[in-house]
Structure formats: structure tokens, C-alpha cells
Nanobody, 115 residues
Framework: QVQLVESGGGLVQPGGSLALSCVASGFGFSSTTMSWFRQVPGNQREFVASITSSSLTTNYRPSVKGRFTISRDNAKNTVYLRMDSLKSEDTAVYYC????????WGQGTQVIVSS
């Protein structure tokens, strides 16, 4: 069955960096555009970044552009999110999914940006 397992979150000070990973299984990962989303409790889940199957095209929400970098390794069925210059407003649970968000959601990984 489809499984998405996110990891790499944690507590970091403002201005710091984190690298998230998401290992996927149970579907055609190498032919699927993948995205990262995030959610703050009480708020709707929001799009963060996406990457096409061949890594040729990436997209970012404006507030993270220039600070976050999405990448993937199709041989490892893994999508990554490198987050630099983190701000308190980046605090959220981060999830990966297909571009449309229609795959079963994983447990997410918590990112807390605080001094």
C-alpha cells in the first residue's frame, strides 16, 4: 500500500537550518510530481514546494522562495526539503504527498523554530 514517511524535523533557532526527508513506497514515485505541505494546528494544510518527476521544474510558495530547496532521488524513492534561514512562522508539521495531495498522508514531521 502507499506509504509516506517523513523525518528530519526538530527544534531550531531562528536563522537556522533543517533538512527534511520523505521516503515513499507503494506507488510510481519516479513518475509522480511530489510536494511538501505544512500545517499549523487549527489552520488548513498549505502548499510549500513541489518538484516534477524529472526534477526539471520546482515551485515554491512565495514566503519560502529563496530559503527552501526541494529535491528528490528517484533511485531512493525519496524527496527532500532543505530549509535555511528559518523563521518562527515556519513552525508547523511538514508532510510530503503527491502534487494534488490525494495520496494517504503520513504522520508528518514537526518543525519548531524558536529561540
Amino acid at each position: 500500500q502507499v506509504q509516506l514517511v517523513e523525518s528530519g524535523g526538530g527544534l531550531v533557532q531562528p536563522g537556522g537550518s533543517l533538512a527534511l526527508s520523505c521516503v515513499a513506497s507503494g506507488f510510481g514515485f519516479s513518475s509522480t510530481t511530489m510536494s511538501w505541505f505544512r500545517q499549523v494546528p487549527g489552520n488548513q494544510r498549505e502548499f510549500v514546494a513541489s518538484i516534477t518527476s524529472s526534477s526539471l521544474t520546482t515551485n515554491y510558495r512565495p514566503s519560502v522562495k529563496g530559503r527552501f530547496t526541494i529535491s528528490r532521488d528517484n533511485a531512493k524513492n525519496t524527496v527532500y526539503l532543505r530549509m535555511d534561514s528559518l523563521k518562527s512562522e515556519d513552525t508547523a508539521v511538514y508532510y510530503c504527498n503527491g502534487a494534488s495531495g490525494r495520496l494517504p498522508w503520513g504522520q508528518g514531521t514537526q518543525v519548531i523554530v524558536s529561540s
